[in-house]
């Protein structure tokens, strides 16, 4: 099962077929990354290191992926092809992962051994694992142990997808569909930093709690993202301006980035918890636009960053390739992983080795799920034949 040179150069041929561009590509693996880092801890950690560190991973996770996803957004594709790919690269694998760690789920726990736990089929984490595909809520499985929180992210990419249809009619390449994404990358903000103003001045209040948990939850969101990495893409998709920039967009890009975290920082460890410990709803009015700052910052420093070297390049399409498995299976592998590891994560280094650790162990499960997958696809395509 393992990868051999010519699989390696045959992925890196079709990344190279579908116009992929390392520096973007590089973005995917920094943001999968991040992901780990914000899942392996929490902003409320004791100690100011650790948080400073889960603060910047905040600013480059699934946000910026969602926004390069619109940069690599075409048209021009049919919603055929879409819908093809969200089935072959998004709920099939969704659907085998999760039965898969609903199997090992005694194993993972720690409720039994390896041998113990594949010498039954266990069908009553099946039940819990198929509810969660049935009510897009992946946040009930068991009261002490679910790797599958990071479903939520899979669900909204599934809802995006099926929105594509209005994406492109807006995404198209005329003055009137031009004219139609601006008014709406405007109208989304001005509705996120009203969204917060609610929530400054009603701060207990349902209705709005409600309201916003929609907004920010529900494709809305992550739509407005993916059609502001499009338009951002217009730009950052031209040499003759990217060229030209480049030595002011990638150090400011990641200056942007670097400075609007740690304000963030500051900004949460000062202003998010008031004196009888509820939490300050004026912060995130604040938040937001720095937030965004800092997510448009790491965009943009990867949209222009430049890879010369070839394998180099090679490297980052091979392992960007494989960054939706990880993210699926990140939970799982580092839940279990924890328990065999004695890394320091009270320390900014302990916090960020055990990470990488962590991601690296989910990239090679990667690679081999990677490799199942399309021999599976190509054994279906000669059946067919």
Not at 48 to 62: D, M, N, Q, R
Not at 73 to 90: E, G, H, I
Not at 273 to 289: A, K, L, M, N
Not at 356 to 376: Q, T
């Amino acid at each position: 099962m393992a990868f051999s040179q010519k699989d390696i150069s045959q992925e890196i041929a079709v990344a190279a077929v579908k116009n992929r561009d390392a520096g973007i590509e590089l973005g995917r693996v920094f943001c999968c990354f991040c992901v780990v880092v914000i899942h392996v801890s929490s902003f409320y950690s004791a100690h100011p290191a650790v948080s400073f560190v889960w603060t910047l991973a905040k600013c480059a996770a699934t946000p910026v992926f969602f926004m390069i996803t619109g940069f690599f957004f075409s048209a021009d594709k049919p919603f055929k092809t879409y819908m093809s790919r969200l089935l072959q690269r998004v709920i099939i694998p969704t659907v085998v992962i999760l039965f898969s760690v609903a199997q090992l789920t005694p194993w993972l726990s720690g409720q039994s051994g390896l041998g113990e736990c594949m010498s039954r089929l266990n069908t009553e984490y099946f039940v819990l694992a198929a509810r969660i595909l049935v009510s897009f809520w992946p946040y009930d499985y068991l009261p002490d142990y679910n790797p599958f929180i990071s479903l939520w992210f899979t669900f909204a990419l599934i809802l995006c997808y099926l929105f594509f249809p209005v994406l492109k009619m807006i995404c198209a390449d005329n003055e009137a569909a031009k004219r139609l994404k601006k008014y709406l990358l405007w109208m989304g903000l001005f509705i996120f930093i009203f969204r917060n103003s609610l929530l400054a001045f009603f701060p207990d209040n349902f209705t709005i709690q409600h309201l916003e948990w929609w907004i920010q939850e529900k494709p809305f969101y992550w739509l407005w993202l993916m059609m502001l990495g499009h338009e951002l893409a217009r730009s950052l998709r031209r040499p003759e301006i990217v060229d030209r920039l480049r030595v002011f967009l990638v150090p400011g890009g990641l200056l942007a980035y670097i400075l609007g975290g740690a304000f963030l920082f500051w900004l949460t460890m000062n202003f998010n918890v008031d004196e009888t410990g509820d939490s300050d709803q004026r912060f995130f009015i604040r938040q937001f636009v720095v937030y965004m700052t800092a997510q448009m910052g790491m965009f943009i420093f990867f949209a222009a960053l430049k890879v010369r070297s070839r394998a180099l390049n090679s490297l980052i399409l091979f392992v960007a390739d494989k960054t939706f498995y990880v993210y699926m299976i990140h939970e799982a592998v580092f839940k279990k992983w924890i328990k065999h590891t004695d890394f320091d994560l009270t320390t900014a280094f302990g916090y960020l080795a055990f990470s990488a650790s962590a991601f690296a162990l989910s990239f090679a499960v990667a690679v081999l799920l990677k490799k199942i997958e399309r021999l599976a696809f190509s054994a279906a395509r000669a059946k067919k034949t």
